[in-house]
Each structure stands twice: as structure tokens, then as C-alpha cells.
């Protein structure tokens, strides 16, 4: 499994949180939740969303996307 982009934020006031998710990942996270722990906040007063685009070993793309508050978050294999 390979985190290929994550980006949290909203329209153009996104921050990429790749780094941040697969070294999540890699410690063995599974669900992610859209909060600001990430990379802060890069839209101040706004609801953002939390978006990771993953890829499985047989090459198949896969993508969740969660806004904040949302208590079920995006779930990684």
C-alpha cells in the first residue's frame, strides 16, 4: 500500500499532509480523521476536508475524502 497524496483544506487553501499521513501510516494508524493536528490550518474559520489517494499493491488507485467533525474519518487498509 502506497499513500500517493494527502491535502487538507479546502478549494485553494489546501496543505499537502502527504508526509504526515504515511508516516502515520507507517506507525500504524488506519483511520484519519480531518482536523487540523495534520499541517495546521490553511483556511481559518472554514470546514475543511481531509482527502488521501492511496494505492494498493496490484496498482489500483483508491480515494476517501472526509470533512471535519465527521467521527468515521477515511480508513487505510
Do not use: C
Request: aromatic fraction near 12%; charge should be negative.
Amino acid at each position: 500500500m502506497h499513500i500517493i497524496y494527502a491535502g487538507y483544506g479546502i478549494h485553494d487553501s489546501t496543505a499537502n499532509a502527504t508526509f504526515v499521513i504515511s508516516e502515520a501510516y507507517n506507525r500504524g494508524e488506519r483511520v484519519f480523521l480531518a482536523n487540523n493536528t495534520w499541517v495546521g490550518d490553511p483556511a481559518y474559520g472554514i470546514v475543511k476536508s481531509l482527502y488521501i489517494l492511496w494505492q494498493n499493491a496490484q496498482g489500483v488507485l483508491f480515494s476517501g475524502v472526509v470533512p471535519e467533525g465527521d467521527p468515521q474519518g477515511i480508513t487505510l487498509p
